[in-house]
Every structure is written in structure tokens, then in C-alpha cells.
């Protein structure tokens, strides 16, 4: 790779955490694992029994968890994976990301309103539920559940090199060394995180031949699916690496969706293709180093 390339992308990507917190949906219920317990002559630490003291299923508490997972998916998908925690996120992308992240509060806050609205009725339900476990574990209050959803996101340059001010008290010799180590695993970290979209890429593909093979009925959108995760790694290939142009030179057959819908020996014809593009992106992995 060209060393003044690899500049260059370098100073064109920060670094973007992700966090979460929520409140928890079960509670360990002390009393009743001692009686478990007892009742089976047991160590005192062989059972352990949890009672669920928040319902997420269909409901604005489970509504708020899909909430984060969705954000933390939707900047996940914008950037690379770092090796050390967060997410490689080119300059441009940063006002998508602020976007995604502000639409993200606004339904979250939404959902912090219905949580409180329906927790009475919420409670009334668990309450019939757990029976006489209702008094063994603490219920939290509304406004504990609400307030526990929080997201955070940070923007931040990304790490780089250690450099000549801060190892001005080395020798030259140690200070050259602990330089060059200290770019080789700045270069190798971001040539690493490109294995997040080709990962991201086989799960796809997977999903693909399965439907190809065994669906009932064929959606012709497996294939808008397919086209659109190669042009994802395709945008992510920050580095412009070479094998990573291999391998979406290699799926573009598969992407082609046909005239019409396909026979069941051309669906399998089509899984074949996808197999070996699969393959062929765990020999890019392993070209990689990865």
C-alpha cells in the first residue's frame, strides 16, 4: 500500500463510541434460590432463580431496547470496526452519523414518555405473573426504568503514532524504534477492521444461498440485499486494498437478478456462485492476515 495514500486516508477518519445503558429486565430472587436449593440438598450456590421484573415483549420498554440496538447497528454499517473500541468513521460521514444519532434521541425520549404512561398497567400485569415472587424481588419505579435508557455517542480523532515531542527524552535509537512499532500498529489496526464488512458480507451471502435453496417462495430482493452489502465493503474499502477489489469483482455475477423468477436448478446454480464467493472471502480474510 502507498505510504503517502495510507497518510492521507489516515487523516481523513475519526473515531466515533457508541454506549448504552438500560435498566435490567430480570432480578436474581435470593429467597426463592434459597429454597431451590434447600429443597434439593444442594451447595448453596448450585441454583440461582430470576424473576422478570420488566416486560419487553410488545411494549415501550422493549420498544426503547430495539431502539439502541437499531442506532448502534445504523453507525456500525457507516464505518469500520477499530480494534480498539469504536467505530473508523470517514470526516464525511460524521453529519450522517449525527443524524442517525439525533433521530435516535427524539424517539427515544418518545419512548421514555410511553414507558411512564404505561407502567402502571405494566406492573398490574407482572404482578398477576410472578404470583407471590412479586414480593421477593423490587420492582423499580417508572421513573428509575425511563431515566436508565440513555445513549451517548462521542466523535474523536482517531489513534495515531506516537511522535517525535513525546519521545524527545529517548535515545535516537530506542525513540526511532518505539516510532516505527507505534505506526506499524496504527497501519495494522486499520487494515484489520476491514474484516468487519467482509464478515458482515459472509453472513449475507449465507443468507442468500440458504433462500436460494430452501425458500418456498424466491423474493427477488435477496438480490437487492446481496448488491447492497458488495457496495458497502466496496465503499468501506478505505484502504483501497486489492483483495478486497478481487472479491467484489467476484460477486457481481451473483447480484444479477434474473429476467424472471428462476427455476429450482437455477436457484441452486446461483447458491453455487455464492458458496464460492464466499469462499473466496475467507481467502481474502486470510490474504489479509485477519
Do not use: W
Not at 517525535?164 to 526511532?176: H, Q, R, W
Not at 484502504?239 to 429476467?259: F, K, N, S
Amino acid at each position: 500500500m502507498n505510504t503517502t495514500l495510507e497518510l492521507k486516508t489516515a487523516q481523513s477518519l475519526v473515531l466515533c463510541h457508541y454506549s448504552t445503558t438500560a435498566p435490567a429486565t430480570t432480578a436474581l430472587n435470593r429467597s426463592a434460590s434459597a429454597r431451590a436449593v434447600a429443597n434439593a440438598g444442594a451447595e448453596k450456590d448450585a441454583a440461582r432463580l430470576y424473576n422478570t421484573i420488566l416486560t419487553a415483549r410488545g411494549t415501550a420498554i422493549g420498544r426503547a431496547i430495539s431502539l439502541q440496538q437499531r442506532v448502534g447497528v445504523s453507525l456500525r454499517r457507516l464505518g469500520l470496526p477499530c480494534p480498539m473500541g469504536g467505530i473508523y468513521l470517514r470526516v464525511r460521514d460524521i453529519q450522517q452519523a449525527e443524524i442517525i444519532f439525533d433521530d435516535g434521541m427524539i424517539e427515544l425520549d418518545t419512548a421514555r414518555v410511553d414507558i411512564l404512561a404505561a407502567y402502571p398497567a405494566l406492573v398490574a400485569e407482572l404482578s398477576n405473573r410472578l404470583g407471590s415472587f412479586i414480593n421477593e424481588v423490587v420492582i423499580p419505579s417508572a421513573t428509575e426504568v425511563a431515566s436508565r435508557f440513555t445513549m451517548r455517542m462521542s466523535i474523536v480523532n482517531q489513534p495515531v503514532a506516537v511522535t517525535n515531542n513525546v519521545l524527545g527524552g529517548l535515545a535516537t535509537e530506542v525513540a526511532n524504534r518505539v516510532r516505527a512499532d507505534s505506526q506499524r500498529q496504527i497501519d495494522e489496526m486499520l487494515r484489520s477492521a476491514h474484516a468487519g464488512p467482509i464478515e458482515d458480507l459472509k453472513r449475507v451471502l449465507a443468507e442468500f444461498s440458504d433462500r436460494m435453496r430452501n425458500a418456498n417462495r424466491l423474493h427477488l430482493t435477496q438480490f437487492d440485499k446481496l448488491r447492497e452489502e458488495a457496495k458497502r465493503l466496496d465503499d468501506l474499502n478505505i484502504l483501497g486494498l486489492p483483495e478486497i477489489d478481487e472479491l467484489i469483482a467476484q460477486i457481481a455475477d451473483v447480484c444479477m437478478a434474473p429476467a424472471g423468477v428462476p427455476s429450482y436448478s437455477e436457484r441452486v446454480v446461483i447458491a453455487v456462485k455464492a458458496e464460492k464467493v464466499a469462499s473466496k472471502a475467507d481467502e481474502t480474510l486470510a490474504a489479509l492476515g485477519l
